[in-house]
């Protein structure tokens, strides 16, 4: 992070009193962040010799640009961990990451579980907090082959990874986003999803501060906060994934809210371009859709000049120097629009997972494309489709029910603005189909299959459960966390657990 570091101490100098951080504790200038990143920076020097990597509880506050730019005065890596994480989920991160100092607040570092030995040198740093550390020698960041930031992917089973970006990936993918809405200096942007993610951390906190304006920061999700917050400061682009994004046109009195904002940029989930109309109309803002990815950050992206088929219909077109390519399944690029899987190269391409201190080189084709692990078409115009991680079914009596399918026929009734189809057991057909639904009106079993009768959506294909509810299963990134909708709703409908998820 020495380049933003240098950028911020430059920016100080010139504007000290020009706002860098909006958040629940107020207003913070240039010149406070930076004094303060200084202070920290100073710490680390004392207890550290050479440049360190860093854990850090990645708040949506002041203290972590703070904290960050302190890494990049001492030439650092920083890897943002939750304070919600488990201690199970930080002791994996230790593993992975082998840091020479953590930073977090107290109570923090109590929830985390760290062991006084590991990280016997302690000072009190960010008006608060504690910095924590090994002193003596680093382990130094050549180790980590031009990485400066880390974070834990979200939503994965098993062993979470952890993912190595260089400096120069974030820039690029910030510096290609701006370009893309149109964003100007000093234009606010709100950093409305958590800072532990590789993307939030890019475009929530070192786009905006690339740009200098101000970084409007929400410190956990309420819907009702978000509207006010981007309303009351005049919030010019954010990004959230689609379940936020549409959750906001729900909002009581949201409607021409968000009429300041170039664009609202929606990406990492299942969307419906109808869901999505709906809901831009109602707020007063554009969307436009994109697919990204930890690994190779927001690779993709609309324009807010394409019309409203391409902007919510696709995932738009690669950055500029980023290449997509559709691959068969013997992993040879496919012509024309036929569905692959999709692989990417670029600059904004990963260094690798962290594993034992030091990144695991990605696993690449022979000339350099990384595969995604999603399904995809490149549609005539130069436009990409994805179409999922992998073809979800549902298997009724021996039929097969596209469940992406299912979704988006539901989701295009009026008054839906989200849907979760997912198998619920049945001892005599195997599986059912039962649609989690968010709308604004009561919804019940006959309404949605006599609007699904209406689109011509054939009579097999129609759940045959459907449960209202007020929102949809989130990991902390505020994607569809599809298994816990999966349990969800086999509570919901009564079904029996499956014989092999039954406790011994």
């Known amino acids: 992070m020495r380049e933003l570091a240098v950028q911020l101490e430059q920016r100080a100098a010139s504007d000290p009193d020009g706002l860098a951080v909006i958040d629940a504790s107020g207003e913070h200038t240039w010149g406070e962040i930076v004094a303060t990143a200084r202070e920290l920076a100073a710490a680390m020097e004392d207890s550290l010799q050479g440049a360190p990597t860093v854990l850090l509880q990645a708040d949506n506050t002041w203290r972590t640009l703070a904290a960050v730019v302190a890494v990049g005065m001492r030439g650092g890596l920083v890897a943002v961990v939750s304070r919600h994480a488990t201690s199970g989920e930080c002791r994996l991160a230790l593993e992975d990451v082998r840091p020479d100092a953590v930073v977090a607040s107290v109570e923090t570092v109590e929830h985390w579980a760290l062991v006084d030995a590991e990280f016997p040198a302690a000072c009190p740093v960010l008006h608060g907090w504690t910095l924590r550390s090994r ?164 690779h993709t992206t609309s324009l807010p000049s394409d019309d409203v088929a391409t902007r919510l219909g696709s995932d738009g077109r690669p950055f500029p120097g980023t290449e997509v390519r559709i691959a068969g399944p013997d992993g040879r690029p496919v012509a024309g629009a036929e569905v692959g899987h999709a692989q990417v190269r670029g600059p904004s391409l990963f260094v690798g997972y962290a594993r034992d201190g030091r990144p695991q080189p990605p696993a690449l084709t022979g000339d350099g494309f990384l595969t995604t692990g999603d399904l995809a078409r490149v549609n005539a115009d130069g436009t990409l489709n994805i179409l999922g991680r992998e073809k979800q079914i549902i298997i009724r009596g021996g039929r097969n029910i596209d469940i992406n399918e299912v979704e988006a026929a539901v989701a295009a009734l009026p008054d839906i603005a989200q849907v979760c189809v997912v198998p619920v057991p049945d001892e005599m057909l195997g599986e059912r189909a039962a649609a989690l639904v968010v709308a604004g009106t009561r919804q019940t079993l006959d309404d949605v299959r006599a609007g699904l009768d209406a689109a011509g959506v054939p009579k097999f294909k129609w759940p045959e459960f459907v449960i209202q509810v007020s929102d949809l299963p989130q990991n902390r990134v505020g994607k569809l966390n599809r298994s816990e909708a999966i349990s969800l709703a086999r509570r919901l409908t009564g079904a029996p657990t499956p014989p092999d998820e039954e406790s011994p």
């Not at 980590?144 to 990874?161: D, F, N």
């Not at 989930?269 to 809901?279: K, Q, T, V």
């Not at 554009?286 to 950050?297: A, H, I, P, Q, Y």
């Open 135 to 298: 002193p003596g020698r680093t382990g130094g960041v050549e180790r980590w082959e031009g990485g400066v930031a880390i974070a834990m992917t979200s939503g994965s089973t098993g062993r979470p990874k952890c993912v190595v970006q260089s400096e120069s990936a974030l820039r690029y993918a910030g510096a290609a986003t701006i370009d893309a809405v149109g964003l100007l200096p000093g234009d606010p942007v709100a950093a409305l999803v958590p800072l532990s993610s590789v993307a939030a951390l890019c475009f929530g906190l070192y786009l905006p501060a690339m740009l200098g304006g101000p970084q409007v920061c929400l410190d956990g999700w309420k819907p009702e906060a978000a509207v006010e917050v981007m309303e009351r400061h005049q919030v010019a682009w954010t990004m959230l994934v689609p379940t936020m994004a549409l959750q906001l046109s729900l909002v009581p009195g949201s409607d021409g809210t968000l009429r300041a904002m170039r664009a609202m940029t929606v990406g990492g989930g299942p969307m419906s371009a109808a869901a999505l109309e709906r809901a831009e109309r109602s707020l007063g803002t554009r969307f436009l859709r994109v697919f990204g990815m930890s690994e190779c950050l927001g």
